[in-house]
């Protein structure tokens, strides 16, 4: 079982194997076709590790309550970013649709269903409430 990732310095693919050593599989057959192995998954090096999503809040409504447009910007250029979840405090559910930001539970929402947002792309949605302080949590970089 394992993934890809890529690697700065090299400019290559890295395959990540998660496996135990010695390796059930012939190594030499497979380094004919990888140009590095990473074990135990390890992703130092990816190709957008330093570039994670981030939350902007803009207030855009000044009535009571205010509102505010909500922007999750994928800072990779090379990779979509998926399955971002959002630290939400106690976001109410009742605020926006659920396709566009899910609470999954106390401080634990998911941006989009959980699909792809595209290299350098941003996600927008608007709540109508008090600011609830948001920072992305959990991420993953779809690399191919």
Known sequence: MGGRTWDMASQTCKYILRSTYPPSFPLPSLLRHVKSVVWWGSWK????????PTVNQTQVGFGNPPKFMVEVHNNCAMCPVIDVHIKCGNFSQALVSPRLFKVLGHDNCVVNAGLPLPPLQKFSFNYSHQKYPMSPSIWYFQCE
């Open 45 to 52: 090096g990816a190709k957008c590790s330093a570039d994670g």
